[in-house]
């Protein structure tokens, strides 16, 4: 029975993960309806902003955190407006193939020798590991910590998008563009704001997941990019606690598959996992089903 | 007739071209590459370009088709032609067919949901390819296959894409083309106007899958290896890449496109040079970056080639604007 | 329309361009042919320089161009013109590539690849064009016989998966003393699944239980699954054939999640990047130490360390063996003909880094093994074994 509970600890702390990656992707994705494919290569690109802040120019962990989340957010934004925002009123597929462009960039100028470098470099962590016991199983102090920054971040943007007047503007715009605009919103900014907060978040994780599995490489972001991708449709694409909880169940399927099924058939379980629940639930587990417009 | 009489010359160029040895392997590989290529992504033009079917899971049934058919031809051809051309078919109804399995249930999905599902079934298919050898010793599981004969050369190629292209143009200016065309501009609205959409999507898909498996197989029969990861999703991508630069809804758009993406990246070796190899996928994602935003509805937008444009509806409609789609 | 069917006469223009520019190559060598006064020959190299695995490729180079540069680019008179070519670890790519060096480059001989996944079928264009290649790094058998053909004109530098897995599992029980062991594989790497299923098959077979079998994909980070299930096992040996980076990673989780087993692994831990911290008393199989006193060893660490700034990793010192092999044999042979470079390279007898090479009837070389520890930051000699 502990064995049990120590895999389902070890599904949350990847589900949190996940779940880092997949608030970002889901609020992109609510406000401009875009697939974000270089939302992934972004948490890389924070990972390494992370690490290189708290080891190379020696900042304080938290310190280290928050310089990578603001430069991602530079990152993003100049993304947004050098890649996408061209395409505000083009087709919506050609924003996505500007965004796997966009991936593929990041991935391959990030990997050469002048910029982070190609190899795979092991990571110090900022603290030791210890791990306690809980009803005899397994905890480690860094899936508390991993926890407790993806609940406080998933409030916080729950309080923005519900309590602020930019959290107000976002809904409006994700609602509908043109009467967001007609009622003084200034769309424009609006969206940059959501790239800026989308990327700082995909920075946290990036830097979270570096100290979780201490190590980074330029091309880290493609994996759990579409894992958290694919945790955020699970939920109901572009509702903020959809990909909370559709990342969480990724987290215990990925887990519990391999634990109890096959390592080596993990992907295929999860995935038929997946396809099932879309069938059932076509917009994902909290999405509603919109009414078909005639 | 300009299309045959096109067709014909390119043949006649290439063929005097490298009897005069003034095309040499490689480039006659990338020519097959680039046609194979072509055939995959016009079955994905039919899926997503046509029928509005957001499809990430191309790569599995291109896949499905190198295996079967390569199989077949490993065990049973042996480089027998007649074997090679079942195999052929062999591959592209086993994409099918499967296709029709996925594609019944998975097709009720709408735009991006279908995409993550497809995405998904992608990649079970690539799991299974990793683990095919439990089963089937003779795919080598993880670590590839080999021993398929090097049947298909330009000739096969060439002629099995001018054929696809045939019935490609034949079904999209078909009833069926003009119901696909229909479902993807607004599905509700086709169905209201009496279309059995399920039929047509489905039709769309085991079609296009059907394509991607044919040209599996002449990949298997041209190339010395087929291994999983020659299928797996940033494959998927690249066919997504093809027919949306190609522009949606039109057929010889990913036609031109695919043989110019896969020049490019080829190409890029000879520009780049020994000194800035690192630079190759740099520079292709700029490329992309910058003509999608030069031309957001894709290279052709939509539009068709006129010389394969049937000429009943090749007379102007409207003020000189042609049915095909616009390609949102 | 018009425009359409512009753009449509500009893809095929830029197409036939580039088709022409990549012929109008050949006329060019043809002049630097009938000067006499430097002879050149071409030496390719196929390693994936960009892609997630370019610092593979990057080492791969780096071993290739220093052995080439410690020849003065000379051999046997002619000077070395050596050309890079990418597969970015794809196997469509590496036909493509290895086509272009055999056919349109017309290089002599090929250095490459480093995945058997592009091994394999560079083998067989090398083999259709009677142009000598030698994989550094490819373990898998089939690279130089398939199905029961041997490829002629290919060779290796590395073993093949069954020695070192071999070796791996014998030293395991014989000087270990392990009763159980686990084993943890990427099932897409053939380099991995090629050495877990032979050290499981030979454990087995001198009697130990295989007590865990679980497998991951190449791009996981989190192994807490699997692990915490092998934790449960209490295995005596935790093997973990991957390369350096993923069993630094795997060796981390495994201690976290209270596994005491022995770390054993093969040649893809000699790197300098392994993170010896974790892997400390670990056990692998490779081709050399660098604790080696003999000349050949010390030279190459000496040089590799002035020129890049590292010590070398099992890439770089195989590609570097490799290419010296391969220098070897042109030189014996001369530089005209490739079937002469075939033969001499067959009958080579030398004195490489990793030890005393000649080739089996095969092309695999016939070398001693080493097997190191991980101790104290550094790797520490434990013993030789001869095939």
Redesign the interface.
């Known amino acids: 029975m502990t064995?049990v509970l120590?895999?389902i600890f070890?599904?949350f702390?990847?589900g949190f993960?996940y779940a880092l990656i997949a608030l970002g992707y889901t609020m992109v994705y609510g406000i401009i309806r875009l697939?974000n494919f270089a939302h992934g290569d972004v948490f890389m690109v924070g990972a390494f902003l992370g690490v290189f802040g708290y080891t190379s120019w020696r900042l304080p962990f938290p310190l280290a955190i928050l310089v990578s989340m603001v430069m991602c957010a530079v990152l993003g934004v100049t993304i947004e407006r050098a890649?996408y925002r061209?395409?505000r009123y083009?087709?919506r597929?050609?924003a996505?193939?500007?965004a796997?462009?966009?991936?593929?960039?990041l991935?391959?100028?990030c990997?050469?020798?002048f910029v982070f470098?190609?190899?795979?470099?092991?990571v110090d962590r900022p603290f030791a590991?210890t791990?306690f016991r809980v009803a005899g199983a397994?905890v480690?102090n860094i899936q508390v910590i991993v926890a407790v920054v993806v609940v406080v971040l998933l409030a916080l943007l729950q309080y923005m998008l519900f309590h602020t007047k930019i959290g107000k503007a976002m809904r409006a715009v994700s609602q509908d563009h043109d009467a967001a605009r007609l009622m003084g919103i200034n769309v424009d900014n609006v969206i940059s704001a959501t790239f800026a907060i989308g990327s700082a978040l995909a920075a946290a994780g990036g830097v979270l997941?570096a100290v979780a599995?201490?190590?980074i490489?330029?091309?880290?972001g493609?994996?759990?990019g579409?894992k958290a991708?694919?945790a955020a449709?699970?939920g109901g694409?572009g509702i903020v606690p959809g990909a909370f909880l559709g990342a969480l169940i990724m987290g215990q399927v990925?887990?519990?598959s391999?634990?109890f099924i096959s390592?080596?058939?993990?992907?295929?379980v999860g995935?038929?996992i997946?396809?099932l629940v879309?069938?059932v639930r076509?917009?994902?587990l909290l999405g509603s089903r919109q009414p078909?417009?005639? | 007739m300009v299309f045959p009489a096109a067709a014909a010359a390119f043949y006649v160029v290439v063929r005097a071209l490298t009897g005069a040895g003034l095309i040499n392997d490689y480039w006659r590989l990338i020519l097959d590459q680039s046609l194979i290529i072509a055939v995959a992504s016009l079955g994905l033009s039919l899926i997503y370009g046509f029928c509005g079917q957001f499809s990430l899971g191309h790569a599995a049934f291109y896949g499905l088709g190198a295996y079967t058919a390569g199989l077949i031809g490993k065990l049973y051809g042996h480089g027998n032609l007649a074997w090679f051309a079942a195999s052929l078919v062999a591959g592209a109804l086993v994409a099918g067919f499967v296709a029709l399995l996925v594609g019944l249930p998975i097709l009720r999905l709408r735009s991006d949901y279908l995409g993550i599902a497809t995405l998904g079934f992608g990649i079970i298919v690539k799991v299974l390819m990793d683990n095919s050898n439990k089963l089937i010793p003779a795919t080598g599981g993880a670590t590839g296959m080999t021993g398929t004969p090097r049947v298909a050369d330009f000739t096969w190629i060439f002629i099995t894409t001018v054929l696809v292209i045939l019935l490609v143009r034949n079904f999209v200016y078909s009833r069926y083309g003009r119901a696909w065309v229909a479902i993807r501009e607004d599905e509700v609205a086709a169905d209201a106007m009496g279309a059995n959409t399920t039929l047509y999507k489905t039709l769309a898909f085991v079609l296009g899958c059907g394509l991607a498996g044919l040209a599996g197989g002449l990949y298997a029969h041209r190339y010395p290896f087929v291994h999983p990861s020659s299928f797996d999703f940033l494959k998927s991508i690249d066919f997504l890449i093809v027919v949306v630069l190609g522009g949606l809804g039109s057929f010889t758009g990913t036609v031109a496109t695919a043989i110019g993406w896969v020049f490019l990246l080829e190409g890029l070796r000879g520009v780049l040079g020994q000194a800035f190899v690192d630079w190759r996928g740099v520079v292709y994602a700029l490329i992309l970056v910058v003509t999608i935003i030069l031309r957001p509805r894709g290279l052709l937008g939509g539009r068709e080639w006129s010389a394969l444009v049937p000429r009943v509806l090749a007379v102007p409609v409207g003020k000189g604007e042609r049915r095909g789609g616009t390609g949102s | 329309m018009k425009r359409g069917t512009a753009v449509v006469w500009a893809l095929l223009l830029v197409a036939s361009l580039v088709l022409t520019s990549g012929c109008a190559k050949k006329p060019a060598e043809q002049p630097g042919a009938q000067q006499p006064q430097e002879k050149i020959i071409k030496i390719g190299m196929i390693a994936p320089l960009t892609g997630d695995v370019k610092t593979f490729g990057e080492s791969t180079k780096n071993g290739f161009l220093l052995a080439l540069e410690e020849t003065g680019n000379q051999v046997a008179g002619y000077k070395i013109e050596p050309v890079m070519g990418d597969d970015r670890n794809d196997p469509t790519e590496a036909v493509n590539v290895a086509t272009k060096l055999c056919t349109q480059d017309k290089v002599k001989a090929i250095v490459g690849s480093v995945a058997s996944k592009c091994s394999i079928p560079v083998s067989e264009v090398c083999e259709a064009n009677k142009v000598v290649q030698i994989s550094p790094t490819s373990t898998n058998p089939r690279v130089t016989v398939d199905l029961g053909r041997r490829k002629t004109y290919v060779f290796r530098a590395c073993f093949i998966d069954p020695f070192q897995g071999k070796v791996g599992a014998k030293f395991a029980l014989d000087t270990l003393k392990a009763k159980t062991a686990a084993v943890l594989f990427d099932q897409g790497n053939d380099y991995v699944i090629g050495l877990a299923n032979f050290f499981k098959d030979a454990f087995t077979a001198g009697g130990g239980k295989i007590v865990a079998w679980e497998a991951y994909t190449k791009d996981d980070a989190d192994f807490s699954a699997v692990l915490t299930k092998i934790a449960q096992k209490k295995p005596d040996i935790l093997y973990l054939p991957d390369y350096y980076n993923k069993v630094s990673l795997i060796g981390k989780q495994a201690r976290e999640k209270g596994i005491k087993a022995t770390f054993m692994g093969g040649d893809g831990w000699d790197s300098s990047e392994l993170d010896f911290a974790t892997m400390e008393g670990g056990y692998f199989t490779n081709h050399y130490s660098a604790e080696d006193p003999r000349p050949e060893v010390k030279a190459w660490v000496d040089k590799y360390q002035k020129k890049y700034g590292s010590t070398p990793d099992a890439l770089a010192t195989l590609a570097y063996d490799a290419t010296k092999l391969l220098l070897k044999a042109i030189e014996n042979a001369g530089p005209d003909d490739s079937t002469k470079i075939r033969d001499a390279m067959q009958k080579l007898q030398m004195d490489t880094v990793s030890g005393k090479i000649s080739f089996d009837e095969n092309g695999d070389p016939i070398k001693p093994a080493v097997i190191l520890q991980v101790s104290g930051g550094k790797q520490k000699y434990i013993a030789t074994v001869t095939p």
């Open positions: 064995v120590e895999q070890n599904g702390q990847l993960v697939i890649a061209p395409l083009a087709p597929i050609a996505l193939i500007s796997i462009g966009v991936s593929l960039f991935e391959y100028f990997s050469l020798k470098g190609p190899n795979y470099r092991v590991v791990s397994n480690s997941y599995y201490p190590q490489w330029p091309f880290l493609i994996m759990p579409l991708f694919t449709v699970l694409i990925d887990v519990l391999a634990a390592s080596q058939f993990r992907d295929a995935f038929s997946l396809i879309l069938l076509p917009t994902g078909e417009k005639v």
